[in-house]
């Protein structure tokens, strides 16, 4: 079992960054890979960054070159980067964890881009 809390979320202007957490209850190392998801109103969940247990990333192609993912193993905290914010990255976010053949996810936090 693994439980996720996220924060960071909030209102920001286009242009501007904000950064995501996601703090997990046990061990990263003990934790296949960590992501981020976003779902926009009317929009299916779609994933916004994957990291891996050694530290490869993956991102989605809209986000590429704005968002950087990454670890503090010694926290047990994932986090999001997010730079040049973009009214269409408008969404909740959701931390996700893989161990295994389960996934886990955290409660969502809000992000609003105002243009």
């Known amino acids: ?15 501007g960054s904000l950064r995501l957490s996601c703090a997990a ?6 934790i296949g890979a960590m992501g ?9 969940r779609e994933l916004v960054a994957h990291i891996f247990s050694g ?3 993956n991102y989605a192609d809209s ?4 968002f950087t993912i990454s670890r503090d193993n010694a926290k047990n905290t994932v986090y999001l980067q997010m730079n040049n914010l973009k009214p269409e990255d408008t969404a909740v976010y ?3 964890a893989r161990s295994g ?3 886990y996810w955290g409660q969502g936090t809000q992000v609003t881009v105002s243009s």
């Open 55 to 57: 530290a490869t990333t």
């Open 101 to 103: 053949l389960t996934s």
């Open 25 to 30: 209850s046990r061990s990263l190392f003990s």
């Open 94 to 96: 959701y931390c996700s």
């Open 36 to 44: 981020w998801y976003r779902q926009a109103p009317g929009k299916q």
């Open 1 to 15: 079992q693994v439980q996720l809390v996220e924060s960071g979320g909030g209102l920001v202007q286009a242009g």
């Open 63 to 66: 986000v590429k070159g704005r």
